[in-house]
């Protein structure tokens, strides 16, 4: 996997479809929110204070000369009160034109394209057609090298391989067959059985985005019933 790639543009390059440039996957902006704190879990620019109800500590707030990575962590050190990582998830999930922002870093690392194309010549959005395949080939084969095989991981690819799952992308990489038969090396590799302490922390963000992709779909699903019976 390049080390000129962040965990937050992987997971985009997985979701983005390679000629359309629409984005796929579910809940994307919640493995996104988690793949920003991972990084800054495994940079040591955050913790988890486990004596305090495992709530997110700023540990060094100087710049990570990522303006992303930046965002999110003065996003953490401004807010009134520590809030779990779970919250984090959820807040950083839905900064404004998150996937927007991720995609446009790749479009200036000239690895996709930022186009505009019209819908039902109506309506305009935001498509990112590939430019450059070789970054997300690489970052293909390092996941199924690290899924395939019993080798050792290198952390960033076992993250990488967890935050995919959580945002239904790992069928991009894998076949059904592939899946089925190396479920248990995923599970292993979501749990950080095979990645050091500090890589541990951030596996934690991953399974915090896993519950919040699990339950927006019921508060989606409530608000909109809520707004309907109300009128608003």
Request: with cysteine; hydrophobic share 45%.
């Amino acid at each position: 996997m390049p080390n000129t790639i962040r965990l937050y543009q992987a997971v985009m390059l997985l979701a983005l479809s390679e000629e359309r440039g629409t984005m796929n996957g579910a809940y994307v902006e919640y493995a996104t929110a988690a793949a920003l704190l991972s990084e800054l879990l495994m940079r040591e620019r955050i913790a988890i204070e486990t004596d305090n109800k495992n709530k997110v500590l700023v540990m060094d707030d100087s710049t990570t000369d990522d303006a992303l990575l930046d965002e999110a962590l003065d996003q953490i050190k401004v807010a009134k009160r520590q809030r779990k990582l779970q919250d984090w998830v959820q807040k950083l999930g839905q900064l404004k034109d998150l996937k927007h922002k991720v995609a446009q870093s790749l479009a200036d690392a000239h690895i996709v394209a930022a186009e505009k194309e019209k819908v039902l010549w109506l309506f305009e959005r935001r498509v990112y057609p590939e430019l450059n395949p070789e970054p997300e080939q690489q970052i293909r084969e390092a996941m199924r090298s690290a899924v395939m095989s019993d080798d050792d991981v290198e952390p960033r690819v076992a993250i990488l391989v967890a935050l995919a799952n959580s945002a239904k992308l790992l069928p991009q990489v894998f076949t059904k067959q592939e899946l089925k038969q190396r479920k248990k090396r995923i599970e292993q590799l979501e749990k950080g059985e095979m990645v050091s302490a500090a890589a541990k922390q951030a596996v934690a963000a991953i399974e915090a985005a896993v519950m919040v992709a699990a339950i927006m779909p019921a508060i989606t699903a409530a608000s909109t019933a809520s707004c309907s019976s109300t009128s608003c």
